[in-house]
């Protein structure tokens, strides 16, 4: 079986074998990436149309007690200048986004002790009294199922939570012995459980990570069956224990972003600010291999480079109207549309039809 046969096999089966799967991620060449590609955007049209949806994300907290190995605002960087947003920022983010379009916030922080259950939840609960036809994804680590149940009361919709690897030896590698991988999977089948629209994804290249660790973790989410699946290239940091590992492989995460939308037609899938900061027109290459969300900033300038995940992260400097207005002309080049719409999962309605 040639590559071509291996895609058109992932695009009916939407599975490959682990040596089929190794195959393609090792020796696609251009011709085959480009094939792979539009067949990608042939699923991702059948499904979605022509529809980009945006997601205003808002970075509400950049203090963290985990001390994760390849994140800038891990807790052993004492370089990193520590902020919290208060509930009326945060909702003056939100008020700004639904006011250029945003029908969707995403609540992005480190797993910050502060916001506790309650101070979350009555969050949740006033944004959703503002905007009722507006989507809350939450985004702040591995937390008690007591807590996501309440949040999931409150009114979150949506919850993100990559798990990064999937094999345990890669796992070790990236995160200290206080972590555990069975706990991170735990939090996502029990997200799944309470019928959260659930995200996972992994960083591409991180360090140690070999094809059979991609492999897995391409298994582990088929059997999740997420609704969002995020990945981009791992970036360094410089005040990380990785900060002289080398980045992540752009053109391994659009082969895998392609290879993603075959296996998973109906799942919402980000061309990610991670993307756009390793090549300059990351994100149009991302939609062309079968994205179909950006998630671009609606936290206040003041703290956006206080967020830092990696070095050189973009748009950290313009107000959220230009960033808004700059995406659209960035989507519209490669030839979609950013739409006013919560953007939900198809994945639950692909599934009952098949």
């Given at each position: 079986m040639n590559n071509r046969e291996r895609i058109d096999q992932l695009k009916k089966e939407k599975t490959l074998s682990k040596n089929d799967l190794h195959k393609l991620l090792t020796t696609a060449d251009d011709a085959d990436r480009e094939y792979l590609f539009a067949v990608a955007r042939e699923v991702r049209e059948a499904v979605y149309g022509k529809a980009v949806y945006v997601r205003g994300l808002i970075e509400f907290t950049n203090i963290c007690r985990n001390d994760c190995y390849y994140c800038g605002i891990r807790k052993s960087n004492q370089k990193a200048e520590r902020y919290r947003l208060t509930k009326e920022q945060i909702l003056a983010c939100a008020g700004d986004g639904y006011e250029l379009g945003f029908r969707t916030f995403?609540?992005?922080?480190?797993?910050?002790?502060?916001?506790?259950?309650?101070?979350?939840a009555d969050i949740v609960r006033s944004i959703k009294e503002n905007y009722p036809d507006c989507a809350i994804t939450l985004s702040v680590g591995e937390r008690d199922r007591e807590d996501y149940v309440c949040w999931r009361e409150a009114g979150a919709d949506r919850y993100l939570l990559r798990h990064e690897t999937a094999e345990e030896d890669h796992y070790r590698r990236l995160h200290p012995s206080a972590m555990s991988l069975a706990r991170r999977k735990e939090c996502l089948y029990t997200l799944r459980e309470l019928g959260y629209q659930v995200g996972a994804g992994f960083m591409v290249g991180s360090p140690g990570q070999t094809v059979d660790n991609l492999i897995a973790d391409l298994h582990f989410l088929q059997d999740l069956r997420p609704h969002m699946i995020g990945i981009?290239?791992?970036?360094?940091?410089?005040?990380?224990?990785?900060?002289?590992?080398?980045?992540?492989?752009?053109?391994?995460?659009?082969?895998?972003?392609?290879?993603?939308?075959?296996?998973?037609?109906?799942?919402?899938?980000?061309?990610?600010?991670?993307?756009?900061?390793?090549?300059?027109?990351?994100?149009?290459?991302?939609?062309?291999?079968?994205?179909?969300?950006?998630?671009?900033?609606?936290?206040?300038?003041?703290?956006?480079?206080?967020?830092?995940?990696?070095?050189?992260?973009?748009?950290?400097?313009?107000?959220?109207?230009?960033?808004?207005?700059?995406?659209?002309?960035?989507?519209?080049?490669?030839?979609?549309?950013?739409?006013?719409?919560?953007?939900?999962s198809r994945v639950e309605v692909l599934r009952e039809t098949d």
């Open positions: 995403v609540l992005q922080g480190g797993e910050d002790p502060y916001y506790t259950r309650e101070r979350l981009g290239p791992f970036l360094a940091h410089q005040d990380t224990p990785f900060g002289s590992e080398p980045d992540g492989s752009y053109e391994m995460t659009l082969l895998l972003l392609g290879i993603l939308r075959l296996m998973f037609p109906g799942v919402l899938l980000p061309a990610t600010t991670a993307l756009g900061t390793i090549a300059p027109d990351g994100r149009e290459k991302g939609l062309l291999a079968g994205a179909n969300v950006l998630m671009p900033n609606l936290s206040p300038v003041a703290v956006r480079k206080k967020y830092e995940l990696y070095d050189n992260k973009i748009c950290t400097g313009e107000e959220s109207a230009q960033c808004r207005d700059c995406l659209a002309r960035r989507v519209e080049s490669v030839g979609y549309e950013i739409v006013t719409d919560r953007g939900d």
